[in-house]
């Protein structure tokens, strides 16, 4: 409860009644983006590496004036966190795969045209997990679903560049606030989710 009223007032504080000062400045853009992620699980004792993969799905941005805008994403995001290296010769690797589908809720400030810096929180359910284990030539994956909490819930900034004509790229930070880890017996201690991402997009109005 206490993350989510400090979300609630730092949202409110960074879209301040200026925002809706110029209505006639309004407008709705969508489309869609795409973008690499590279994720780990903040608080892991033996999964230490990170997992480079990928982000996808959609996006809106509603402008309020020149200055101020709320943008919406439904995201596919590919997490979690790995265990790389060489016993006795033999290269193993150990990975939890989390995927998720995430909604970020962003305040957007533009400092000035087509830069801006964006901040809110982020609602992430886990849509499967599994741990995987590969060593040698051999590899066994399990299901893991039930190790893990459904909901996870971050905060979420970076910065953003959009044309004028609808093209962008970006890069953010999300960070977890709840701990996810539900009896996964790999990791006995707290796990939280940790995302950056490089991602390039399209709106259109």
Do not use: C
């Not at 790995?82 to 998720?100: A, I, M």
């Amino acid at each position: 409860m206490k993350y989510t009223t400090a979300l609630v007032i730092i949202f409110i504080t960074f879209l301040s009644p200026t925002a809706f000062a110029q209505e006639q400045h309004s407008t709705l853009e969508y489309g869609a983006k795409f973008g690499l992620s590279i994720s780990e699980l903040k608080g892991t004792e033996n999964l230490k590496s990170l997992r480079s993969t990928f982000t996808a799905g959609l996006i809106s941005e509603y402008s309020f004036s020149e200055k101020y805008a709320l943008q919406l994403e439904l995201l596919y995001s590919r997490q979690g966190s790995t265990n790389r290296g060489n016993e006795q010769g033999s290269y193993f690797e150990d990975s939890v795969n989390l995927n998720y589908f995430n909604l970020p809720i962003l305040g957007k400030y533009y400092i000035n045209k087509g830069l801006a810096f964006e901040l809110g929180p982020q609602f992430g359910y886990l849509i499967n997990a599994n741990y995987e284990n590969k060593q040698a030539e051999n590899s066994n994956k399990i299901n893991v679903d039930d190790d893990f909490e459904t909901l996870d819930m971050s905060i979420s900034a970076g910065v953003s560049y959009k044309t004028d004509w609808g093209f962008f790229v970006g890069a953010r930070y999300s960070l977890g606030l709840n701990n996810i880890n539900d009896g996964f017996n790999f990791e006995s201690g707290n796990l939280n989710n940790a995302v950056f991402q490089l991602y390039f997009g399209y709106l259109i109005k």
